[in-house]
């Protein structure tokens, strides 16, 4: 959820700054948004049967793609109307990602702290990794230039999808398989093995 808070941050920041450079107006950056906007309203209707039938590994995985896929057409694009798959993209797997992540933490959370679990979700998204997207997206943007930041944010969102693929594929029994709430029985076994560490 870091990861995909920490692209988007430098993503969404940058993206109408390179739709600058290759000639877009507001006219261009309202018709981009309105596509994504288009593309992910139906998408939070389908995302719940989506999720049931990939489950929220695989929605996870998806959605990090297409980060990888947006970095390197903002990239490469030579017309700010070479954007708008980019923004449809974009449409459809955020509303993924966050429904799933909403249901996924929604099934983790003890009795009763749903809230809780929703809050943390949404501060390591929209908190602490769009701002941490943002500030390291203009770190790498002043130095390196829109292009090339989008170039080495596309890798290395491609090599963490790769690691995760690969963490999934040994932990067969991951909790993102097949999620279950933690239960007062599991917060004290936790809390008794931490005091006997103390």
Same mark, same amino acid.
């Given at each position: 959820?870091?990861?995909?808070?920490?692209?988007?941050?430098?993503?969404?920041?940058?993206?109408?700054?390179?739709?600058?450079?290759?000639?877009?107006?507001?006219?261009?950056?309202?018709?981009?948004?309105?596509?994504?906007?288009?593309?992910?309203a139906?998408?939070?209707?389908?995302?719940?049967?989506?999720?049931?039938? %990939?489950? @929220?590994?695989?929605?996870?995985? #998806?959605?990090?793609?297409?980060?990888?896929?947006?970095?390197? *057409? =903002? $990239?490469?694009?030579?017309?700010?109307?070479?954007? %708008?798959? @980019?923004?449809a993209?974009?449409? #459809?797997?955020?509303?993924?990602?966050?429904?799933?992540?909403? *249901? =996924? $933490?929604?099934?983790i959370?003890?009795?009763?702290?749903?809230?809780?679990?929703?809050?943390?979700?949404?501060?390591?998204?929209?908190?602490?990794?769009?701002?941490?997207?943002?500030?390291?997206?203009?770190?790498?943007?002043?130095?390196?230039?829109?292009?090339?930041?989008?170039?080495?944010?596309?890798?290395?969102?491609?090599?963490?999808?790769?690691?995760?693929?690969?963490?999934?594929?040994?932990?067969?029994?991951?909790?993102?398989?097949?999620?279950?709430?933690m239960?007062?029985?599991?917060?004290?076994?936790?809390?008794?093995?931490?005091?006997?560490?103390?």
């Amino acid at each position: 959820v870091f990861i995909v808070g920490t692209s988007s941050g430098c993503i969404e920041n940058f993206a109408y700054v390179r739709m600058r450079e290759v000639g877009g107006s507001g006219k261009e950056m309202g018709l981009s948004r309105l596509v994504s906007s288009a593309a992910g309203a139906p998408m939070f209707w389908f995302s719940g049967p989506l999720t049931e039938r %990939l489950g @929220a590994d695989r929605v996870l995985v #998806l959605s990090l793609l297409s980060y990888v896929v947006r970095f390197f *057409i =903002y $990239a490469f694009m030579r017309n700010p109307y070479h954007g %708008l798959p @980019a923004e449809a993209i974009r449409g #459809l797997t955020f509303a993924a990602f966050w429904s799933t992540g909403t *249901i =996924y $933490a929604h099934r983790i959370s003890p009795p009763g702290m749903s809230a809780t679990m929703l809050m943390f979700l949404n501060a390591m998204y929209g908190g602490l990794g769009q701002s941490m997207g943002a500030i390291i997206g203009g770190k790498l943007q002043s130095k390196f230039g829109t292009v090339r930041t989008f170039l080495y944010s596309g890798i290395f969102d491609l090599c963490f999808v790769g690691l995760v693929v690969m963490y999934l594929n040994v932990r067969k029994e991951s909790s993102f398989r097949d999620p279950k709430p933690m239960m007062p029985s599991d917060m004290k076994t936790l809390q008794g093995n931490s005091t006997k560490k103390k």
